[in-house]
């Protein structure tokens, strides 16, 4: 159980275009989602929480207008980088939040590398 | 803001050696998750740790939590070619369910 999946795996695209990734709690409803970004060799780091039919949260420094985010039910979030720039090339990761007798656990994606062009 | 310090950033051993990877903070946190990721992959989930001084076993992978829930390690024994990756630890506050993470350990065991 509690398996998270992203599309796509890998994307290129050109400079100021946009690109949507998706996130997918498969096998179970995810209220609240994370969007990391992890540059090589580094950990992750939050770049905004998602929470189904809300508004995102962004943490600092990260540009809501550019990194759009969408929760749209209890299974898929999206992440759209708008107007992309070379700067954006990264591996970003989704996770989904999923309740236990622990606590609440995080399921991570497989990850999607952007690279721009 | 938080910080989870881990160390050492990497280490490279060869197989069949122990190791033991750090995990410190200076804030207190109601629980501590361990990942490890292998290259162009999300995290994996290994362990979870919610009461301070709790040791956890996983097959050669011992997780303990410190008695005051700020720290934590991971030992591993007669470490494989399969144990390398990188390795997170992950704390929750408990409020707002957000994580932070460590800064990574690298592992690379050899033949």
């Known amino acids: 159980g509690a398996v998270v999946s992203q599309h796509p795996s890998r994307v290129i695209c050109k400079s100021g275009t946009s690109v949507k990734i998706e996130c997918r709690s498969l096998d179970f409803q995810a209220t609240t989602m994370f969007w990391y970004r992890q540059f090589p060799k580094k950990s992750l780091m939050l770049m905004a929480t998602s929470n189904e039919g809300s508004k995102a949260t962004y943490e600092q420094g990260v540009e809501k207008d550019k990194f759009l985010i969408n929760h749209a039910s209890l299974t898929l979030s999206t992440l759209t980088v708008t107007s992309a720039h070379p700067e954006d090339s990264s591996f970003y990761i989704c996770?989904?939040?999923?309740?236990?007798?622990?606590?609440?656990?995080?399921?991570f994606g497989p990850g999607t590398r952007l690279t721009v062009t | 803001t938080q910080l989870l310090e881990q160390s050492p950033q990497f280490l490279s051993i060869q197989e069949g050696e122990n190791l033991t990877v750090y995990c410190n903070s200076s804030s207190v946190f109601s629980s501590l998750q361990w990942y490890r990721q292998e290259p162009g992959e999300g995290p994996v989930l290994l362990v979870t740790v919610v009461t301070g001084g709790e040791v956890k076993k996983l097959k050669r992978l011992t997780f303990q939590f410190g008695d005051a829930r700020k720290d934590s390690s991971l030992h591993i024994t007669a470490a494989q070619p399969g144990d390398t990756g990188l390795y997170l630890c992950a704390g929750d506050t408990g409020t707002a369910s957000k994580l932070t993470f460590g800064t990574g350990t690298r592992l690379q065991v050899t033949l």
């Open positions: 996770s989904a939040e999923s309740g236990t007798r622990l606590g609440y656990e995080q399921y």
